[in-house]
């Protein structure tokens, strides 16, 4: 309906609706818009886990730029069987000690152009972040979204959460985290509006303090809201929280981390 296609609107113009005053953010972004079906145009980085095929079909559908990491490959390869020549990334890097040759060698020849990041003093993820962002155009794509960020190993849930704060140093693209219907995005020190009227919202939300505290946070539209609240862990933090408005407002002084569920189905 019309609210959907503003959400939309809104979302695409996300780059021209945040600014930074005195060092801090003023934003309006909606979390799940690229579910949408006339979602903003997206680049899409796929990790390494089991890959959810609903979820790549609709994100598919608006990628101007794919990307996938090293032993996603193997995840592309087993999950779209016959299908699989419809889904060929742009991209795939790593450093390959995940993907299996054979599989490699697969899109290799489907003309998938293959790229080492043997460093390792960043993760597969950040390493193929930075060359997306290198090789994506700002007047194509509104955001970065990437599958396979939570699951599996604890530690690797927390380096791509990482992630989402060392893209702040080198990208100005809103980056978005989805995988097992939860959404994650990094809210920088500042005022934020999200809108949360996609009709896809689950029924859960929280604000989580990762990497420092916050000593002033305020929200509207919540179940729990805060007011001037300091937030730290080992002190409070805001899980299990709810949706109570289309509109939530957020004024914090330090990075706070988005998170909350979505539905496909």
């Not at 886990?49 to 592309?76: C, E, H, M, Y």
């Not at 490699?104 to 597969?124: C, G, S």
């Not at 604000?207 to 080992?234: D, E, H, I, S």
Request: proline share 5%; charged share 20%.
């Amino acid at each position: 309906g019309k609210s959907r296609l503003f959400t939309c609107l809104k979302q695409k113009l996300f780059l021209s609706l945040s600014h930074t005053k005195n060092n801090c953010t003023m934003s309006v972004l909606c979390p799940l818009a690229c579910l949408l079906p006339k979602g903003p145009k997206i680049a899409l980085i796929i990790l390494n886990r089991p890959i959810d095929v609903p979820l790549l079909t609709q994100l598919w559908k608006k990628s101007v730029f794919t990307a996938a990491t090293d032993g996603a490959v193997n995840q592309l390869y087993r999950a779209l069987g016959d299908k699989r020549d419809e889904y060929l990334p742009n991209i795939i890097t790593g450093d390959f000690d995940s993907a299996d040759p054979v599989t490699l060698d697969y899109y290799k020849n489907k003309a998938v152009n293959i790229i080492a990041t043997p460093d390792q003093d960043e993760t597969d993820f950040t390493k193929c972040l930075r060359i997306v962002c290198k090789q994506v155009d700002h007047n194509v794509v509104d955001q970065i979204v990437v599958m396979g960020a939570f699951g599996g190993r604890m530690d690797h849930c927390m380096a791509n959460i990482n992630t989402l704060y060392t893209a702040t140093t080198f990208t100005k693209y809103p980056l978005y985290l989805f995988y097992e219907n939860s959404m994650a995005c990094l809210l920088d020190k500042g005022e934020h509006t999200l809108s949360c009227d996609t009709g896809l919202e689950g029924d859960w939300v929280g604000l989580v303090p990762v990497g420092q505290p916050t000593n002033n946070v305020t929200t509207t539209g919540l179940k729990y809201n805060l007011t001037n609240n300091r937030m730290a862990f080992g002190q409070l933090i805001s899980t299990s929280n709810a949706l109570a408005d289309k509109t939530v407002q957020v004024s914090t002084d330090q990075p706070l981390l988005w998170i909350m569920g979505y539905k496909l189905h």
